[in-house]
């Protein structure tokens, strides 16, 4: 009656090379050597670590879906 939805059949949210930028920055996090933006100071969540990974992947280009506007 209704058909199953595989992962296979949606779209992706990002792009291969947008996870790859999120992979490297929770790599960084795991080693300590992350930092943020203006104070420098070391990242330890992870959401934010996705977030410094998925800004700089929409920095150079990849498939990211926009900001959420409040």
């Known amino acids: ?11 992706r949210k990002y792009s291969k090379g947008a996870s790859k930028y999120v992979e ?10 992350l930092k943020s933006g203006r104070s420098g100071k070391r990242v330890k969540s992870r959401k934010q ?6 800004s700089e992947a929409r920095k150079k280009g990849k498939k990211v879906p926009r900001k959420k506007r409040l």
């Not at 670590?49 to 998925?54: N, T």
């Open 1 to 11: 009656m209704f058909a199953k939805i595989g992962r296979s059949n949606m779209a």
């Open 24 to 33: 490297r920055a929770m790599k960084k996090r795991n080693k300590g050597t």
């Open 49 to 54: 670590a996705i977030a410094i990974g998925l």
